[in-house]
């Protein structure tokens, strides 16, 4: 009897060969490390599809792509709503590309409640980045995703480093937990902040400066720049409270203004001068190893965690379950101590 896993991608290799233009997955491969970004961007629709058959060939497309990836420099960029968080990546993202590196822009945005899909479209709101040819930008909806960080944004990576970006940087929702979610996939962790906006010390105790690498205060222009160089000595105060980062990077507070574009190529040295300085003491890899052992616990748990809830003898089991405990006549401990022992049998 065939494999399942070979029978699904048979049928989604099958599938790609049946749509009119589509290539199948080795040349899908082969055109994403041509730097071909329309090829890109349907091997990153296939990653997010939540398609069984899809998810069989998309890794293989990951893995394939492995072997090309790894030499980009990636960097996480998150801060409340209303930081300019957008502004910034563009204004960054154009220097970058006039300094002829290849950039790539993952941004995961808020979700509708209703239709699951994007509502801020950072296409919409990086237009001058979007238009240069050596930009990619790739806006996926958070959906019910932990912290606001796309299901597949690991993958997505994997695929743009392929493509050949120099620099990726990944922008958050900026709530709940994206800051853990995006600090565990990236290799330097920007943390943007604007005076005045009444969060110096909430920032503080909810422990984000202690991962930060930087720490940018946006918006120092104008009228705002008294009150943004009073924040930066307040945040340069505070990073003292934190002990060293395991390399011996001492984290630094920047003043920008994404409008005017002033401070935003000091910000890139200094990611730039961390990332020379981490390869070259070998934190860098083993920062990504790290990162990739991480990855393979959280896809396990999801693996075993869908496998549970997508066999239909479990699901019946477990609504049967549920109204036991509702009715208080098992206790919910033991519920799910019989539910997986089940589960464990099938």
Not at 15 to 23: E, V
Not at 27 to 42: F, H, K, N, Y
Not at 201 to 222: C, H, P, S, Y
């Amino acid at each position: 009897m065939e494999n399942p896993a070979s029978k699904a991608r048979k049928q989604a290799a099958a599938r790609l060969k049946s749509k009119k233009g589509t290539p199948d997955s080795r040349e899908l491969v082969q055109q994403i490390s041509r730097g071909d970004t329309p090829a890109l961007a349907r091997a990153i629709t296939l990653v997010e599809s939540t398609r069984p058959e899809d998810a069989a060939l998309s890794g293989e497309i990951v893995d394939a792509c492995l072997e090309k990836a790894g030499s980009s420099i990636r960097v996480g960029i998150t801060g409340v709503p209303g930081v300019g968080k957008s502004t910034f990546i563009e204004t960054l993202g154009l220097q970058l590309v006039g300094l002829g590196k290849k950039v790539a822009v993952l941004a995961v945005d808020p979700s509708s409640s209703l239709s699951r899909g994007s509502i801020l479209g950072d296409k919409t709101r990086m237009q001058e980045l979007g238009r240069s040819p050596g930009a990619f930008i790739r806006p996926s909806p958070a959906g019910d995703s932990l912290g606001g960080v796309a299901r597949k944004t690991r993958e997505t990576i994997t695929l743009c480093e392929a493509a050949g970006f120099d620099v990726v940087l990944v922008e958050t929702v900026g709530v709940g937990q994206s800051e853990i979610a995006v600090h565990g996939m990236v290799d330097f962790f920007l943390l943007l902040k604007i005076a005045g906006a009444g969060d110096e010390l909430q920032g503080i105790k909810r422990g984000v400066m202690e991962m930060a690498d930087a720490v940018v205060i946006n918006k120092a222009d104008g009228p705002n720049l008294p009150a943004a160089r009073r924040a930066q000595s307040t945040f340069s105060q505070a990073l003292h409270l934190f002990p060293p980062k395991e390399n011996g990077w001492v984290p630094r507070v920047l003043l920008c203004s994404s409008t005017e574009g002033t401070g935003v190529r000091e910000i890139w040295e200094l990611i730039d001068s961390f990332a020379t300085g981490a390869r070259a003491d070998g934190s860098f890899e083993m920062r990504r190893s790290a990162q990739n052992l991480h990855w393979l616990k959280q896809r396990l748990e999801h693996l075993l965690t869908s496998g549970f809830y997508q066999d239909p003898a479990m699901q019946k089991a477990y609504e049967e379950m549920k109204l036991r405990v509702t009715r208080q006549e098992i206790s919910p401990f033991r519920a799910a101590d019989e539910l997986l022992s089940a589960y464990r049998g099938r």
